[in-house]
């Protein structure tokens, strides 16, 4: 049947829609701020200079023609997706004078999204886990060897621990490594179909070698998982003998990323290729064992404490998303009238929206701000290791960052599903870049640790110091002071007005203790009559609980402290609000805790209920502006529904106009 104009012709009728200058509703939104927008950003990123930075660095990306894209990622197949992640991968290599490489919580970061955008790539385990093994677990006198072959291209790498049988529980990985006192090698091995490796990212297709998690063998006895250093392909890229390695397959999500698997038979490597930084293997076999026994999971944890600055920065992004466009977004489809007769309003100003949009930006803010001391008190922590054997913050710092990745990726994706609700359809399309962010934060749910899994680990930490208090002869990490605080038998919370962020404090010290003690007795009850692993088992949800109240007290307590450090008023003003309304939205959710035992009263929790309207109501006209605090430009970006511009349709209308069935 012939057609009067083909769809690409329609688009270009359409295309001539396309406006000049921003939406207006967005400008003036701007314009309605109640604060400098500069020294919000400087406050957001800490100094000027780093929102000085991310502008060069967007400038550079911008100004190199390798970074383009000729067609638009979401509609190509995964072959091509992976063609286009290592073309842009080696492009980002390249250029890596751009940006300082050892800055993993900003530069690094933002350069990989503007290069290549938001999801795992084959680079992503290079970057992301191996050469932090090599930093954590190498030896500093070797530590230049593999690592400048890794960042000289000579070799990539990625992280091989999990297997088909098991992934969380580490001390029964199966896979072996068998010392051979005679060759001086030791024997990598996988003995059952459940030992082969399954998940490492970028093994598919890209890596060359692998840090990998093996059950170490010497002299005849068991020493438990440790990392080797294994090549698992020769020069022209094809596997060495003894090694079977391929891709697994699409994945929900980050399918540039060649996610693989990996089978040895009887592979030898010499001795030297174990990360002998901790536990050493001598020549004649005999075992040094670590300083401390979880030392060989340090890589892990410092991964976990990047994850959670970069899966917040996610949901910031999204919330960005979902708030310019609710600025936007009124006049095309009838949303209905507040005040008959006044016509349409931006669907920013329903109070509901604004529940759905507010208190995601304000959880975006929390974690991404202070993680960034967190890492000094990571760098800290691994000097005092290294300066030999000071371990005391090491569960400290375990629990914490197993906690707060649990905590925060769980929501980060929780968000940003609300978020793309939030945009009602053009949410689910590709366009908006929520799926490809969710499918991105997903992920962080179950990789470097399960969340529940890891949450059970901080309920052991709080179990412990439970039994000190208990035991009245308490040495608490900082972290944990609160737990040792007398009870308080009522809440303080009152308007939000009027409650200081030392009443907020308390009440949610008062309410997590309750919560700790409360499964420390139930815990113990049932470990008079149970073995203690089912007494552990029998109430392992109150210990997430508890867990998860302690992780959120600290987010609390540390956004409120933040807070107080803006030097701005105006910004202060604002940003003590935002951080108000996420406690008060805590308090909400979580209200059976708060209410238990009357703590809060009936009237408190409807203060807090109105507190939130209220607050809701404050933040509105500045919502926008808040948004663009984030200083995150279009490239970085990558969705039609966020632009800066506020040009929503046209601009969805050239997305489409990309689609293969459109072409003929
Ligand atoms: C350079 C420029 C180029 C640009 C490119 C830049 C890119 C990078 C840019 C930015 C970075 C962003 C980074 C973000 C993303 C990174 C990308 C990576 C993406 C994908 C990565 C995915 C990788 C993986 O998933 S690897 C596999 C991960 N696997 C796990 O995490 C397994 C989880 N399981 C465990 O960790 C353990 O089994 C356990 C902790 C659950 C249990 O330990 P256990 O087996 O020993 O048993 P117990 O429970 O009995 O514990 C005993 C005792 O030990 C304590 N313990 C346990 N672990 C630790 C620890 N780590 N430290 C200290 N203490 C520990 C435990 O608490 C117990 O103590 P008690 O006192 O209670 O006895
Ligand atoms: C996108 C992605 C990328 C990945 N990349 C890598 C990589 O590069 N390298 C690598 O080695 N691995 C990688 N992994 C694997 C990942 O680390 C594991 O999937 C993860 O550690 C969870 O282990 P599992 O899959 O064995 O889950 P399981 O441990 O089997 O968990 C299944 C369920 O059992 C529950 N469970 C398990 N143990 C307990 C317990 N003790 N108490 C209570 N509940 C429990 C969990 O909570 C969960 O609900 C990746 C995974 C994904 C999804």
Not at 537 to 554: E, G, Q, W
Not at 651 to 659: G, I, M, T, Y
Request: aromatic share 8%; hydrophobic share 40%; proline share 4%.
């Amino acid at each position: 049947m012939e057609r009067d104009s083909s769809p690409s012709d329609q688009f270009h009728r359409y295309k001539n829609l396309i406006q000049n200058g921003d939406n207006p509703d967005i400008t003036k939104e701007r314009q309605g701020a109640s604060f400098n927008l500069y020294n919000m950003q400087c406050f957001v990123y800490e100094n000027d200079h780093k929102l000085q930075r991310r502008q060069e660095i967007l400038e550079f990306v911008e100004s190199h023609r390798e970074f383009d894209d000729p067609v638009h990622p979401h509609f190509l197949n995964r072959d091509e997706q992976i063609d286009r992640a290592t073309r842009k991968c080696l492009a980002m290599v390249d250029n890596l004078d751009a940006i300082d490489v050892t800055d993993y919580f900003d530069e690094a970061p933002l350069y990989q999204l503007l290069t290549i955008g938001r999801e795992l790539h084959c680079l992503s385990l290079h970057y992301g886990m191996f050469l932090p093994t090599i930093q954590v677990h190498t030896e500093k006198s070797l530590i230049l060897g593999p690592f400048q072959m890794a960042a000289s291209k000579a070799i990539l790498g990625t992280f091989a621990q999990t297997e088909l049988g098991h992934g969380s529980n580490l001390s029964k990985l199966e896979t072996t490594a068998t010392y051979d006192a005679t060759t001086k090698e030791f024997v990598i091995h996988t003995p059952t179909m459940s030992a082969g490796k399954w998940w490492p990212g970028g093994l598919g297709k890209s890596a060359n070698y692998a840090a990998v998690m093996a059950q170490l063998y010497t002299s005849g006895e068991s020493k438990g998982p440790h990392l080797f250093m294994v090549q698992l392909r020769d020069n022209a890229h094809a596997p060495l003998p003894g090694v079977t390695v391929g891709d697994i397959g699409p994945k929900l999500g980050n399918n540039a990323n060649d996610n693989g698997f990996l089978i040895f038979d009887h592979y030898r490597i010499p001795r030297r290729n174990m990360f002998m930084k901790y536990s050493k293997v001598e020549a004649d076999g005999t075992y040094i064992p670590p300083p401390h026994a979880k030392l060989g999971f340090g890589a892990m944890v410092l991964v976990r404490l990047l994850m959670i600055r970069d899966q917040t920065c996610q949901l910031g992004a999204a919330a960005v998303i979902a708030i310019r466009y609710s600025a936007v977004r009124h006049s095309a489809v009838r949303q209905g009238e507040i005040n008959e007769g006044e016509g349409e309003v931006q669907i920013l100003d329903y109070r509901t929206q604004q529940y759905r949009l507010l208190p995601q930006l304000a959880r975006s803010f929390p974690s991404s701000q202070r993680m960034r001391s967190r890492n000094s008190t990571s760098k800290y922590v691994t000097k005092q290791i290294n300066n030999n054997a000071n371990m005391e913050l090491l569960p400290e710092l375990h629990a914490l960052s197993s906690g707060l990745k649990a905590v925060i990726t769980w929501e980060v994706a929780q968000g940003i599903e609300q978020l793309r609700l939030s945009c009602g359809g053009h949410g689910y399309s590709r366009a908006s870049a929520f799926p490809d962010m969710y499918a991105y934060a997903v992920g962080g749910c179950t990789y470097e640790g399960e969340n529940i899994v890891m949450l059970l680990q901080v309920a052991r930490f709080l179990m412990m110091i439970a039994k000190e208090v208990r035991s009245g002869n308490p040495k608490l990490a900082e972290i944990a002071e609160y737990i040792a605080k007398p009870d308080a038998v009522t809440a303080r919370i009152s308007s939000w007005k009027t409650c200081s962020d030392e009443d907020i404090i308390h009440d949610f010290e008062a309410v997590t203790r309750k919560l700790i003690f409360a499964t420390f007795d139930r815990l113990t009850t049932l470990e008079r009559t149970m073995k203690k692993k089912e007494a552990w088992n029998a109430c392992s949800i109150d210990l997430c609980k508890a867990a998860r109240m302690h992780v959120k007290t600290y987010l609390v307590k540390n956004f409120l402290a933040r807070v107080r450090t803006c030097e701005d008023p105006a910004s202060r003003t604002v940003m003590h609000t935002l951080a108000k309304l996420y406690a008060f939205d805590l308090i909400s959710g979580g209200g059976g805790h708060f209410m238990k035992g009357g703590f809060l009263s009936e009237k408190q929790f409807n203060e807090v209920q109105l507190g939130i309207y209220e607050m809701l109501a404050a933040i509105r006209p500045d919502s926008v502006a808040l948004a663009d605090s984030w200083a995150i430009s279009d490239l970085e970006l990558r969705s039609v529904l966020g632009r800066r511009d506020g040009n929503v349709y046209p601009a969805l209308l050239e997305w489409a106009q990309q689609s293969p069935l459109n072409q003929n």
